[in-house]
């Protein structure tokens, strides 16, 4: 059998939205490491080049311009959102999902 950690034990039993509970763990662990969000950001700019410094990250954002809530969000200085982590475990993305989220990040 497995090693099993407390964490993975209880979200197994008692939470029915894991995404969340990844997301706002990321979030807490990008809060307080700045190693921890620094090798995020390092793994993102792989694919994000222009993706600028110092951003913060907001779990469940929810916008009323779109209505979309997007897992992860960061926030740049002067309020741009240049990039969204949306989690999935076991779903696919929402028919919504990767459009309003793209016109987020590029925000038209």
Known sequence: MAAETLLAHLTGRFVTQAENLATES?????ARYPLA?????RFVGAFHADLPGSLKYWPQNWSADDQSIPDLVGVAVGG?????????????????????HFCRVVRL
């Open 80 to 100: 741009a959102q240049p990039l969204v982590v949306e989690a999935k475990f076991w779903a696919g993305l929402t028919e919504n999902q990767p459009v309003t």
């Open 37 to 41: 969000t620094g090798a995020f950001e």
């Open 26 to 30: 990321l979030a807490f662990l990008f």
